[in-house]
């Protein structure tokens, strides 16, 4: 079964821009969620295949809307719920 970001060879998604962004973050706070999710890696609070698995299973319409950094912080949320580090919901209006 395809999830939602398995979209190769699928039409209407329009060109894809292939060029290369000179900054590695467009706010603050995208370079504060790359730096968590790169300290509970080091720390084992989850792994790789856990957290590209948390972005994969997000629901199509917010994996759709989303933007990239938007994913990574769905999944540190959802993988920190799940593991029990945080209470269900502690982060919603983070």
Same mark, same amino acid.
């Not at 395809?2 to 290369?20: C, E, K, L």
């Not at 199509?60 to 919901?89: C, D, M, N």
């Given at each position: 079964?395809?999830?939602?970001?398995?979209?190769g060879?699928?039409t209407? !998604?329009?060109?894809?821009?292939?060029?290369?962004?000179? *900054?590695? !973050?467009?706010?603050?706070? *995208?370079?504060?969620? !790359?730096?968590?999710?790169?300290a509970?890696l080091?720390?084992?609070? !989850?792994?790789?295949?856990?957290?590209?698995?948390?972005?994969?299973?997000?629901?199509?319409?917010?994996?759709?809307?989303?933007?990239?950094?938007?994913?990574w912080? /769905?999944?540190?949320?959802?993988?920190?719920e799940?593991?029990?580090?945080?209470?269900p919901?502690?982060?919603? /209006?983070?």
């Amino acid at each position: 079964m395809a999830r939602i970001n398995d979209v190769g060879g699928m039409t209407g !998604f329009g060109v894809i821009d292939t060029s290369d962004d000179a *900054e590695p !973050f467009h706010a603050d706070w *995208e370079a504060r969620v !790359f730096a968590l999710q790169r300290a509970l890696l080091v720390k084992k609070v !989850f792994n790789l295949d856990e957290f590209r698995d948390a972005i994969e299973t997000m629901p199509p319409q917010e994996y759709l809307a989303a933007s990239y950094y938007e994913r990574w912080f /769905h999944a540190i949320r959802t993988l920190l719920e799940r593991k029990g580090v945080i209470e269900p919901g502690a982060l919603d /209006h983070a």
